[in-house]
C-alpha cells in the first residue's frame, strides 16, 4: 500500500510537469529514430543519451516520440529493446520520484520498428504524420541516427529521403557514426553518395571525442586566456605538443573492423586529428559559428607539413596475429601487419607553429587507459642551486581528457606559468589535492580545473545535435581534409612491418620513439627471434654487398641501408667536386624513389656542401611547379625547403613559358640546354641520379621514344603514356655525359622488371633505361633487396 504522503507527491509532480509543459508555448513534435537500436552502441550510449535529452527538454515546449528500428523480426526486436531501455538512469541531481516519471514517460513514448524495406521506411513515415494528426501537433523535425556499418549508409539515406522524410518546413538530422573512409578516394565516394539524397546541413557526422569535456573547453580555454595564451602559444615558446590516447584492451571480438583499418584509420586520422585542430587552428572571431570554425580548420590542413614514411613509427602487440587467425578463420601461415600502435609526428608550416611536433600516439595493449593533450613550454630558467623551485619545474598545459591517475577530465596549468581565467560554467577549481602526479609534478603545482558534474560525450553531443550545433561535428570539407593528409602515410606504411611488442607492463621501453629532424624512431631496437629456415637466410644475415648488374656496379642491401650507404656516396662525391673546382653539379629525377635520399640527406648530413652545389631536373612534368605532381616541388618539399642552398644554384625545367605549358615554339627546352652550357663545363653534370619505371623507362624517355629525333639535343619535349603526358627531360646525350650515374631502384613492386631486364639485350626503345651508357662515366646501380630478390 502507497503511503498517501508518498502518492500525493507523485500527483504533484506529475502534475506539475503536466502544467510545465501546458504552459510552454508548443514547439512541435519530434520524432527519433535510432537505426541499430538494438546493437552494442546504442545500448551502452545512444538511449542513455536520449533518455537525457527527454529529461532536459521535457518542459520545453517539444513533445517526443522515439522509435528503435533494426532489421530483427518485431518480437524479437521489442524484446532486445525493452532489456536495454529497463537499465536507462537519471543523473544524480535528478530525485528519485521525478526519474520514476520520466523514464515511466521516456518507455511509453518508445516503440520498437522494423526498418529494411523502402516500405518499411513509407509506413513510418505514414504512422508519423498520423500521430501528428490524431494529436493536433505541428511537426517541429525528424533526427535519425545510423548506429550501422558505414556500406549500409547510402542506403538508408536514399529510403529517408525517398520514403521517409518531412515535410519541406521540418528540419531533417541524420547522424552518422565513423568511419568515414578507409582512405581519401572512398571517402569522397561516400561523400558523393549521401549527397545523392542528403544536403550537407542535414548531416551530423559525429566523433564522440568532440563531446569529451576536456575537448569541448580547448577553444573557450584559449579565447577567455588569450591576453596570457597570445604571446606565448607559439614556436618561440612551446617545445612540443603530445595529443594521446592509450588503451589497456586489445582488438579481440573487433578484428574483424581492426584488420582493416589499424590504429591509425580507427584513432588517430579521426580523433587526436581532430582535437589538433582545436590546439593549433585560429580563434575564429565567432566562436559559435561552425562556417567560420571549418574555415579556421581547412585553413589549418592546408599548412600541414606532408606526412612520409619516416614521420611515424608503427607496432602490433604479439597476440594480435592470434587473434586474426582465429576470428577471421585464416589459415595458421597468415601474417597480419595491421599496426596496433602508432606514433606520428605532425608539423605545421606557418609563422606561429614552424617547426615544432606535435605528437600523435595511440595505441591497444598498453600500460595504462589515459588520454590527454599535454602542451610543454620551453623553461628558460636555469637553477644554480635550488632545482626543486618552482622556477626550474616544467611548464606545462595539459587538457586531461579522461582515466588514468587523475580519473576525471581536467586541464591542469602549471602555477610557474600563469592562473587560468575559469570557465564561464560548468567548471570548478580544485584546491583539495590527493596523492597524485602528472609528469612528474605533484597536483600541488598545477592550477586544477574540472567539471561541476561529468557527462557522458554521446550526451553531450546528442544534446548539440537536437539545437543544431554543428561546430561539434566533422563537415565534409573536414572530413576530406583530414584523409587528404592522412592517405598519403597510409599508402607508404601499408607495407611495412609493425614492431612487435607484448603488451602491458611488460611493453617497458620497446615504444618509446624519439624525433630525428622531422622524422621518428624508435630507441631502442627491437630484438628479434628467428626460426633458422633450411637453405634460406634471415634479414640479419645481408648485409650491404656489391657486385655486378648488366655489366656495371651493383650495391644492394635493405633499403634503409642502401639509402644511407648512397647519400654517403653523394655526400663524399660532392665535397671532392667542390674542393676541385667549387661547384658540384647534380640532376635529379622525380619519381618517389629520390625521397627516402632526400630524408636521409636532411637529417643526417649536415655539412653537406649545399653552397657550392647546383641542383638540377633530370625531368619534369608539364603542370605547373607549385602542382603536386611537379617533380620540382616534390624536390621542394622533400628537400630544398630544409636546407640552405643559394637561391641561383636552383635550376628547376622551365615547362611554363608564356603562361603556356611545353610548348615548343616557346623553347623552354633549348633555353634549359643554354643554361646547362653556360654554367656547366663541357655540359657535363657531376652526378645524374635515375630512377626506372616498372616499364623500363627513365628519366621521362620512354617506350617508343623517336631516339634519332633526340640524339643531337641534351634537353627535349616527350611524351609519356601516363598522365600528364607531356614532359620535358633530360636526353641519353646529356645524361651519357655525366661523370657519374646512378640508378636508384625500390620496392618489391620493381623485381619482375629488374628480373627482365637482366636478362635482355641494349634495346632504348623498348627498355629506355638500357640507353643509359655513359660515354666516360661511371654507372651505378643501387638496388634494394625486395627488388633484386622480390
Not at 608 to 637: A, I, Q, Y
Request: glycine content about 6%.
Amino acid at each position: 500500500m502507497i503511503p498517501w504522503k508518498a502518492l500525493s507527491g507523485l500527483l504533484l509532480l506529475v502534475g506539475s510537469l503536466q502544467q510545465q509543459t501546458w504552459a510552454m508555448e508548443s514547439k512541435g513534435h519530434v520524432s527519433v529514430v535510432i537505426v541499430g537500436a538494438t546493437g552494442d552502441l546504442a545500448r551502452k550510449y545512444l538511449w542513455q543519451g536520449f533518455f537525457q535529452l527527454y529529461g532536459e527538454q521535457v518542459s520545453s515546449g517539444h513533445s517526443f516520440s522515439f522509435y528503435g528500428a533494426a532489421l530483427s523480426e518485431p518480437e524479437k526486436g521489442n524484446l532486445a529493446m525493452s532489456e536495454i531501455l529497463k537499465g536507462l538512469a537519471c543523473s544524480a541531481d535528478v530525485a528519485p520520484e521525478r526519474c520514476a516519471l520520466l523514464k515511466d514517460q521516456f518507455l511509453k513514448l518508445s516503440q520498437y520498428r522494423q526498418l529494411q524495406t523502402a516500405e518499411h521506411y513509407a509506413a513510418l513515415s505514414a504512422e508519423i504524420r498520423e500521430q501528428l494528426k490524431q494529436e493536433g501537433l505541428v511537426e517541429a523535425g525528424r533526427l535519425f541516427y545510423l548506429s550501422v556499418p558505414p556500406f549500409s549508409y547510402a542506403d538508408i539515406a536514399e529510403k529517408i529521403n525517398s520514403s521517409c522524410r518531412p515535410d519541406p518546413e521540418v528540419w531533417l538530422r541524420v547522424v552518422l557514426e565513423k568511419p568515414f573512409g578507409h582512405d581519401y578516394e572512398s571517402a569522397l565516394q561516400l561523400s558523393k553518395d549521401l549527397k545523392k539524397f542528403l544536403k550537407e546541413e542535414e548531416m551530423y557526422r559525429i566523433d564522440h571525442y568532440l563531446g569529451k569535456q576536456a575537448v569541448t573547453q580547448i577553444l573557450p580555454f584559449r579565447h577567455e586566456n588569450r591576453k596570457l595564451l597570445d604571446p606565448i602559444w607559439n614556436k618561440h615558446h612551446i617545445e612540443r605538443v603530445e595529443i594521446v590516447m592509450k588503451e589497456t584492451v586489445d582488438a579481440k571480438g573487433r578484428t574483424h573492423f581492426y584488420n582493416q583499418y589499424g590504429v591509425i584509420r580507427d584513432v588517430i586520422q579521426n580523433h587526436l586529428t581532430e582535437i589538433l585542430t582545436h590546439v593549433a587552428m585560429e580563434i575564429p572571431v565567432n566562436r559559435s559559428s561552425s562556417e567560420e570554425i571549418l574555415k579556421s580548420k581547412l585553413k589549418l590542413f592546408g599548412s600541414l607539413q606532408r606526412l612520409a614514411k619516416g614521420s611515424a613509427v608503427i607496432g602490433q602487440y604479439q597476440a594480435y596475429n592470434s587473434e586474426v587467425t582465429v576470428e577471421l578463420n585464416k589459415t595458421t601461415d597468415y601474417i597480419s601487419i595491421t599496426p596496433t600502435f602508432a606514433g606520428v609526428a605532425v608539423y605545421i608550416e606557418n609563422s606561429q607553429w614552424d617547426g615544432i611536433p606535435f605528437i600523435l600516439t595511440s595505441g591497444k595493449a598498453l600500460d595504462e587507459r589515459v588520454s590527454y593533450v599535454r602542451v610543454l613550454f620551453r623553461n628558460q630558467v636555469f637553477c644554480t642551486q635550488n632545482i626543486v623551485s618552482v622556477h626550474c619545474k616544467p611548464k606545462q598545459i595539459i587538457f586531461h581528457i579522461g582515466q588514468g591517475n587523475l580519473k576525471y577530465p581536467a586541464f591542469l596549468v602549471s602555477k610557474n606559468l600563469f592562473k587560468p581565467q575559469l570557465p564561464l560554467s560548468g567548471w570548478k577549481e580544485v584546491t583539495e589535492y590527493t596523492n597524485v602526479s602528472l609528469f612528474g609534478q605533484p597536483l600541488s603545482g598545477y592550477y586544477v580545473y574540472t567539471p561541476v558534474a561529468q557527462m557522458d560525450p554521446y550526451a553531450v553531443l546528442i544534446s548539440h545535435i537536437f539545437q543544431a550545433k554543428r561546430d561539434s561535428f566533422v563537415s565534409a570539407e573536414n572530413l576530406l581534409a583530414s584523409w587528404n593528409f592522412w592517405t598519403p602515410l597510409l599508402d607508404g606504411i601499408s607495407h611495412e612491418y609493425p614492431r612487435a611488442y607484448p603488451g602491458g607492463v611488460d611493453n617497458t621501453n620497446l615504444l618509446d620513439f624519439e624525433l630525428q629532424g622531422n622524422e621518428v624512431s624508435f630507441v631502442h631496437e627491437a630484438v628479434v627471434l628467428l626460426s633458422p629456415v633450411q637453405g634460406g637466410a634471415s634479414s640479419e644475415s645481408f648485409q650491404i654487398t656489391q657486385g655486378k648488374y648488366r655489366t656495371n656496379e651493383m650495391v644492394t642491401a635493405w633499403a634503409e641501408e642502401l639509402v644511407s650507404r648512397l647519400a654517403s656516396d653523394l655526400h663524399m662525391a660532392a665535397e671532392e667536386a667542390v674542393k676541385r673546382s667549387g661547384q658540384f653539379h647534380l640532376a635529379l629525377s622525380g619519381g618517389s624513389s629520390p625521397i627516402a635520399l632526400f630524408q636521409r640527406l636532411v637529417l643526417h648530413h649536415y655539412t653537406f656542401p649545399w653552397k657550392g652545389t647546383h641542383l638540377w631536373m633530370v625531368d619534369e612534368r608539364c603542370v605547373s611547379l607549385t602542382e603536386r605532381g611537379s617533380n620540382f616541388r616534390n624536390l621542394h618539399d622533400n628537400l630544398l625547403q630544409h636546407i640552405k642552398v643559394p637561391y641561383f644554384n636552383i635550376h628547376p625545367m622551365p615547362v611554363l613559358v608564356n603562361q603556356r605549358l611545353c610548348v615548343e615554339e616557346d623553347g623552354g627546352a633549348e633555353s634549359y640546354e643554354k643554361e646547362m652550357s653556360r654554367l656547366i663545363n663541357g655540359t657535363s653534370f657531376d652526378w645524374v641520379l635515375l630512377g626506372v619505371g616498372d616499364d623500363g623507362h627513365t628519366a621521362s624517355l620512354f617506350r617508343g621514344c623517336k631516339l634519332d629525333v633526340l640524339e643531337n639535343k641534351l634537353v627535349a619535349l616527350t611524351e609519356s603514356p601516363f598522365k600528364p603526358h607531356q614532359r620535358m627531360s633530360l636526353t641519353f646525350s646529356a645524361i651519357n655525359k655525366a661523370k657519374n650515374i646512378r640508378v636508384l631502384v625500390l620496392g618489391k613492386g620493381k623485381h619482375e622488371m629488374i628480373t627482365q631486364l637482366s636478362r635482355v639485350k641494349d634495346d632504348p626503345k623498348k627498355w629506355p633505361i638500357t640507353g643509359v651508357k655513359p660515354s666516360n662515366g661511371k654507372l651505378v646501380w643501387y638496388i634494394d633487396y625486395e627488388a633484386l630478390l622480390g
